[in-house]
């Protein structure tokens, strides 16, 4: 399993959380993140997924499958990722 924890959620994040997720995943397969295996826009849209972290008012966990992998993301920061 492959976690980070990007901290809180802050008014201007260094990099949007799609971006963070892609990087979590690409430490996961230990490739660079532009050399992944696939391409995360068929899985999930990233600006629907940004936009649904950063508004959210309270905790939330959002889960989906990208290959053989579990990617879970929460507004605390973390990512997780796991086969």
Same mark, same amino acid.
């Given at each position: ?36 295996? =696939?391409?995360?826009? +068929?899985? $999930?849209?990233?600006? %629907?997924? !940004?936009?649904?972290? *950063? ?8 889960? =989906?499958?990208?290959? +053989?992998? $579990?990617?879970?993301? %929460?507004? !605390?920061?973390?990512? *997780?990722?796991?086969?």
């Amino acid at each position: 399993m492959t976690e980070r924890d990007t901290g809180p959620r802050s008014a201007s994040p260094p990099a949007p959380d799609s971006v963070q997720v892609i990087e979590t995943i690409a430490d996961h397969v230990e490739k660079d993140p532009t050399e992944v295996d =696939f391409t995360f826009g +068929d899985y $999930l849209d990233p600006d %629907a997924l !940004d936009t649904l972290l *950063e508004s959210a008012s309270s905790e939330l966990v959002i889960a =989906f499958a990208i290959d +053989d992998m $579990l990617v879970t993301v %929460a507004t !605390d920061g973390t990512i *997780e990722v796991q086969e």
